[in-house]
């Protein structure tokens, strides 16, 4: 079984960052994928940056120049550099993972709160 802990999410006032990061373990033989989704109340989950396979990233429009993420394959973690938070981006945000055969893996999700 793969398990994946999320940590750093929090409550930030709009223009302040966050680093969230999420530490895969367990049984992981490969790592196709691993980013981040987030889902608003009232709204679908929708991604927000992952990396795939050998290292090219992915981003939604409404993030890109101001969340950056990053991978230590080593560690099997990844973090995603939140600068320049905006009311909008108030969410749960879950990690995921794309392991061997495609199966797919969520964290128990963390919550990022923007205040004016």
């Known amino acids: 079984q793969v398990q994946l802990v999320e940590s750093g999410g929090g409550l930030v006032q709009a223009g302040g960052s966050l680093r969230l990061s999420c530490a895969a373990s367990?049984?992981?033989?490969?790592?196709?994928?691993m980013g981040w989704y987030r889902q608003a109340p009232g709204k679908q989950r929708e991604l927000v940056a992952d990396i795939i396979g050998g290292g090219s990233t992915r981003y939604a429009d409404s993030v890109k120049g101001r969340f950056t993420i990053s991978r230590d394959n080593a560690k099997n973690t990844v973090w995603l550099q939140m600068n320049s938070l905006k009311l909008e981006d108030t969410a749960v945000y879950y990690c995921y993972m794309i392991g061997l055969g495609d199966s797919t893996y969520w964290g128990q999700g963390t919550q990022v709160t923007v205040s004016q």
């Open positions: 367990g049984r992981i033989f490969s790592i196709n994928a």
